[in-house]
């Protein structure tokens, strides 16, 4: 591969963009057609001008417009008036991040997480108490999990639930400061009913992290006896969500507001699960709540989308500086660096809705089933995760560079990306901190959970790595190595950037499980060996999600019965892996899976690629489908 190699094959004159549209738009385009159908002709945007109460008002009656549609009954069962179709369910919030990020949020709370814990972790007498009243949003409620003092390790939450035998019943209760339930979507203007998680205690003992139904206002919205709410104000941005503080003061709720699908209590006080361990309860009643975090993740990807929409078409029509020989200034889209800035980013984003959509498929398959699929309920969880971090960092890095891309004017409110970018900032923590996903999206690597699903410490973790996995990643790694080091690739070779990028995973997942067995040693740290390791497990994570959307992108373009798109996708999916490979050249090199003459080529096709898509760029954002009402920045009128 020479540091001049060129793209062989040909683009046709023009893509179809309506080709390209319907297959963005995939298995659930009718739920995607329906919702530009209901709202795609309004500008939703929010008025700046708007105090927080008035933004507040107007995406609670935008939720409950939702609502009148019948939107929001998707991903409920067909027995309680659902439609029996999560898929659509994650389809439909991740269309209105488009529209308006709060009103998306406040959706995803009322019938994602509240909706979506109480089908999933209650049993059929909850579901006929309260899910039509949740579907039809005639009961606004909230998902009080994070507290103050714990928000990734929910499993130290403070708050307890103690069953008292004697009454019947459960006194809810905030012990301490930190045990106060934090930044709670819905909580201070709307909800009535909270899915409250906390420590659930019987005369036997503690049982670990629990959900119950805790009322928290009546009906005329006044805080229920022993329930203290507060406002957490004005934000950054998603003004328009209400998020609130909870404290309890020994709330008492009868005994049958356990949301008790995965442990119960009987009337004199017994506790039985299904599930005897505890940590494999908890991570079950977990993994039940993964639809949220594949629904902002979807989100996510929107709200780039709009902001790349409106920066590729700034970037088609503004102009600056003369060259000489030619007449009139240059338009931005066509000099390499602006293309660089923004067309790498539009590829990554295809990348990212093509893995997006195959993860959705598999949310759909896993939670319609009849019986649960541990194995395949797992490696969800662990590719949520890992989607999740990777969309919404894609989302903060693209949303600055579209900023940036257009100058001043993107700095102006009238032009939307101020809110985008302001918007989405908090999706890199909210439903779980980037960070710690990549974490237990590694972890998830070097574990099969369904044989060992007892002790998740790190100690437990780490014995089970160096007794199961080292030996195998490692044989496998070495010969994958040394036939990959010395192939002579085209640029334009999609079986080579795919095993590119899978020896990489495969290399650093080795090199981890490598380091990890020092903790076996005698004397050693466990908790240090592991500390010490968490930049190398990290990489391997993003590794993993890296390979896994390539993978992604490649089998949505396998589904293309257009020719053109799939010759336009091509291209892009070659931008997105030599976009990837380019930015961690340094490993490549490092590690002799590339030669200097290899990485200087990289960076020339990517050049290349660049050059060859910027006729096709309006194409590219034309196909995300976004109606214009949605992306009507002033610069663009």
Not at 90 to 119: E, R, T
Not at 254 to 263: D, F, I, T, V
Not at 552 to 570: E, I, K, P, S
Request: aromatic share 6%; glycine share 10%; with cysteine.
């Amino acid at each position: 591969m020479s540091s001049t190699a060129t793209v062989s094959s040909e683009l046709p004159a023009k893509v179809d963009s309506e080709a390209l549209r319907t297959l963005l738009d995939g298995r659930w385009a009718s739920v995607r057609a329906d919702v530009r159908a209901q709202l795609g002709q309004r500008r939703l945007h929010p008025d700046p001008d708007w105090t927080t109460e008035q933004h507040r008002a107007y995406i609670t009656d935008l939720a409950r417009e939702l609502a009148a549609s019948g939107h929001t009954a998707l991903g409920f069962t067909s027995e309680h008036g659902g439609e029996d179709d999560i898929g659509g369910s994650v389809n439909s919030i991740s269309m209105l991040a488009y529209a308006d990020l709060s009103l998306m949020v406040k959706a995803g709370v009322q019938w994602g997480l509240f909706g979506g814990a109480v089908q999933a972790l209650g049993t059929d007498a909850h579901h006929r108490k309260y899910l039509p009243a949740i579907m039809s949003f005639e009961l606004p409620g909230c998902f009080a999990m994070t507290e103050t003092g714990h928000g990734s390790n929910v499993a130290a939450a403070e708050t307890t639930a103690t069953y008292d035998v004697a009454a019947g019943e459960f006194v809810v209760h905030s012990p301490t400061p930190s045990a106060r339930k934090d930044y709670i979507g819905n909580a201070a203007r709307d909800g009535r009913l909270a899915v409250v998680f906390a420590q659930l205690i019987t005369p036997a003992g503690g049982h670990g992290v629990h959900a119950l139904l805790v009322p928290i206002r009546d009906a005329d919205g006044r805080p229920c006896p022993g329930v203290t709410i507060s406002d957490c104000g004005r934000k950054a941005g998603l003004n328009g969500v209400d998020n609130g503080r909870l404290v309890f003061d020994s709330v008492r709720v009868p005994r049958e507001a356990l949301l008790n699908k995965y442990g119960d209590v009987a009337p004199d006080g017994t506790y039985s699960s299904p599930i005897e361990n505890e940590s494999a309860r908890f991570f079950t009643m977990l993994g039940t709540l993964v639809r949220g975090r594949i629904s902002v993740a979807g989100s996510a990807a929107s709200a780039t989308q709009s902001a790349l929409t409106i920066a590729v078409r700034y970037g088609q029509r503004r102009r600056q500086f003369e060259a000489p020989g030619r007449d009139g200034e240059i338009v931005l889209l066509d000099y390499l660096s602006h293309q660089r800035k923004l067309l790498p980013a539009l590829a990554k984003s295809y990348a990212l809705h093509f893995a997006q959509e195959e993860l959705v498929r598999m949310l759909h398959e896993v939670q319609s089933g009849g019986t649960r699929d541990e194995a395949a309920q797992r490696e969800l969880e662990g590719l949520a995760a890992g989607m999740k971090a990777v969309t919404t960092w894609h989302a903060t890095h693209a949303i600055q560079a579209c900023r940036e891309a257009c100058g001043g004017a993107g700095y102006l409110v009238e032009n939307l990306l101020p809110q985008l970018k302001a918007d989405t900032d908090v999706f890199t923590t909210f439903e779980g901190d980037n960070t710690v996903l990549l974490q237990l999206v590694a972890k998830g690597l070097l574990t099969e959970y369904r044989d060992h699903v007892g002790d998740l410490n790190t100690l437990g973790m780490i014995k089970f790595i160096t007794e199961q996995v080292v030996d195998t990643i490692a044989e496998r790694t070495a010969a994958r190595g040394l036939a990959q080091r010395f192939k002579d690739p085209a640029p334009d070779d999609a079986e080579w950037h795919h095993e590119l990028l899978a020896d990489r995973e495969e290399h650093l997942l080795a090199g981890l499980a490598r380091r990890l067995r020092r903790a076996g040693e005698p004397d050693a740290d466990a908790f240090a060996v592991f500390n010490a390791a968490q930049d190398h497990l990290l990489s391997a994570a993003s590794a993993h999600v890296d390979r896994w959307v390539l993978d992604g992108f490649t089998a949505g373009l396998a589904r293309c019965d257009d020719d053109g798109v799939t010759a336009l996708l091509t291209r892009v999916r070659a931008l997105y892996a030599l976009s990837v490979v380019e930015a961690d050249r340094g490993w490549f090199l490092e590690h002799g899976r590339l030669t200097a003459g290899q990485a200087k080529a990289v960076t020339a096709t990517v050049n290349e690629l660049c050059a060859e898509l910027r006729p096709y760029a309006d194409t590219l954002v034309d196909g995300f489908g976004i109606p214009d009402a949605w992306v009507d920045a002033v610069i663009l009128r």
